[in-house]
């Protein structure tokens, strides 16, 4: 059989990130005297931050959009650095998964900075051996473009691959890519997730034979 890979989202999937994130953004819009609800932090999952900016505040020019990302993602990381909760399941799920021989991606509409710091922190961030991040792409989730190019960088084809993902956008970025999807719940209901090929309520659930056989049916 083929080589088959796994591509992980990093925000929700790996790093319970959701209080570090909307606090940024909270403490970020603060700054410039502005609000952000919990409700339009949820609206915006999956989403670049430069595009989440460029929605929420359109009068803005480009400078001012990447000013206020930049420091937005500065207080993350701060945040982070203090506290930087494992998903419950992630690091077992991805030494087993790379033990069994399946290749190892993450495709995030992140920063190249999180990322790092994510894989600098998690005990098995060593075990991936390719990564996107929002500044290799020019197109956002649900846009499928992240996935595809993870793909093309562990060197397999689209449909041996199943993505691991928290966001709807992000499920039907797997599913535009033509790749087995798997929603894990948590920042977003079964219900939003439904879209997905598996929907799990938690990555211990998970394992090799089944998301193999995942990519299998994908594939055929």
């Known amino acids: 059989m ?12 790996l790093v319970d990130s959701y209080r570090a994130h909307f606090e940024s953004w909270r403490q970020m819009f603060a700054e410039q005297n502005a609000g952000f609800t919990e409700d339009e932090f949820r609206a915006t999952f999956g989403r670049t931050s430069r595009d989440i900016i460029a929605g929420l505040y359109g009068e803005l020019s480009e400078e001012e959009i990447l000013r206020w990302d930049d420091r937005k993602e500065a207080l993350y990381r701060d945040i982070l650095r203090q506290d930087f909760p494992v998903v419950d399941g992630a690091v077992d799920l991805v030494n087993v998964l790379a033990d069994a021989g399946f290749a190892l991606a993450v495709g995030s509409s992140g ?21 996107v991040t929002g500044a290799d792409v020019t197109r956002g989730k649900p846009d499928p473009q992240v996935f595809l190019l993870a793909a093309e960088r562990l060197g397999i084809s689209p449909e041996r691959c199943a993505v691991v993902e928290d966001a709807p956008a992000g499920v039907e970025a797997a599913n535009r890519a033509g790749m087995a999807s798997i929603a894990l719940t948590g920042t977003a209901t079964r219900e939003e997730l439904s879209h997905a090929r598996l929907v799990v309520d938690s990555l211990r659930g998970l394992r090799p034979a089944a998301i193999s056989g995942l990519i299998g049916d994908e594939a055929s």
């Not at 920063?111 to 990564?131: I, K």
């Open 2 to 13: 083929n080589r088959c890979a796994v591509i992980f989202d990093v925000d929700g999937v």
């Open 111 to 131: 920063p190249p900075a999180n990322v790092a710091l994510t894989l600098d922190c998690l005990p098995c961030g060593q075990r991936f051996t390719a990564r």
